[in-house]
């Protein structure tokens, strides 16, 4: 808000939700569509041009969707938004947590859900270490990072050092962190469920030539049966971080043991919605409109 | 409604119910545009992808 509104009572919007984006997508343009066709008040708001001071005590909507499309402005929007008394979903630790991969590790196993062995290597240097030790093939994986970039799996000594010479090169200390990961032998497919309110909405794989599932790398997205295990995971592996709109990834070996690799608090659902035939933005208002009523 | 392609020029056709920052491309040269603009409609080239970007 502008510095002259600050002292100034908040122009009231309590009934109006605020959709936080600065980016327009097909989810985000489907769950607009879903507010208006249910006439519920909403705010798009930019995080481009969103700013906030750490003496408002309020801001003007009651309650936030966070769809932003960057990492960083979606954490800070519900910091901010959150400090301000603002219900956000979803909310800044959900953020945080999801969005590092070795803090998602950590909660998953606190929660007891079964996750690849994760090894965080504070240096290049303790990531060969670590490599030697665990042994090859191992994955190697930023902390922070998205749509699979920077994923790669180590085969050897020598390809270790190339890639940690890469590593060892990248301006922020942040870079220089990262995870190793036990490989899991998942038949070039992994799974993402869905997960809304504590209710799983469906599952798909995510198939793919090369060993990287992501969507946004190609892979290609099929119908998987939701049982009531893959569900159960599901449901607790968004619980574990908080994350109460959450895309949920799965490996499951060749004896069909199932394993929480990833929880995504800024989960796409395009490819999703088309293959299942499901309305995950109609399941988002559903759970914003007793949220907000609650 | 129809507006500009700020890369190329080509005269883009844009859907009655398009959104503010909602992201088209053009059809000639593929550049992605942002609706910034809906009165009048006006695209930008839009932002590219950072780092943190994406689920």
């Known amino acids: 808000m502008p510095p002259e509104e600050q002292s100034a009572p908040c122009q009231d919007k309590s009934d109006v939700v605020a959709l936080v984006a600065s980016r327009v997508r097909w989810e985000e343009k489907v769950i607009l569509d879903e507010l208006e066709a249910r006439n519920l008040p909403y705010e798009v708001v930019d995080s481009r041009t969103l700013y906030m001071s750490l003496t408002m005590h309020s801001a003007p909507w009651a309650f936030a969707l966070n769809r932003e499309i960057s990492q960083t402005r979606a954490l800070y929007a519900a910091l901010a938004l959150e400090g301000a008394r603002r219900r956000v979903v979803n909310s800044a630790r959900s953020i945080e947590v999801c969005g590092d991969k070795y803090r998602t590790a950590l909660a998953l196993r606190k929660a007891g859900l079964p996750t690849p062995e994760t090894i965080l290597a504070l240096s290049p240097d303790a990531a060969r270490l670590a490599a030697e030790e665990f042994g090859y093939p191992v994955v190697i994986k930023p902390l922070m990072g998205s749509w699979g970039r920077r994923v790669a799996l180590l085969r050897d000594p020598e390809t270790t050092d190339a890639v940690l010479d890469y590593c060892e090169a990248l301006p922020t200390s942040q870079s220089h962190v990262v995870c190793l990961q036990e490989p899991i032998d998942k038949a070039g497919r992994d799974i993402r469920v869905i997960v809304v309110g504590g209710t799983a909405l469906g599952a798909i794989y995510r198939q793919a030539d090369g060993w990287r599932t992501n969507v946004a790398l190609g892979a290609e997205a099929r119908h ?67 949220e907000v009523a609650a | 409604m129809t507006s500009t392609c700020p890369e190329c020029a080509r005269e883009i056709a844009v859907a009655e119910t398009i959104r503010l920052s909602q992201i088209v491309e053009c059809p000639d040269c593929k550049s992605e545009l942002e609706l910034v603009s809906t009165q009048p409609v006006i695209l930008a080239l839009a932002p590219e992808p950072e780092e943190d970007w994406g689920e």
């Open chain 1, 224 to 290: 998987c049966p939701l049982d009531e295990e893959l569900a159960g995971l599901a449901v607790a592996a968004a619980a574990a971080t908080g994350a109460e709109i959450a895309g949920v990834d799965l490996l499951e070996d060749p004896d069909g043991q199932r394993y929480v690799l990833e929880v995504n608090s800024g989960v796409e659902f395009r490819g999703f919605s088309s293959r299942l035939q499901v309305d995950v933005a109609g399941a988002i208002v559903d759970y914003l409109t007793a």
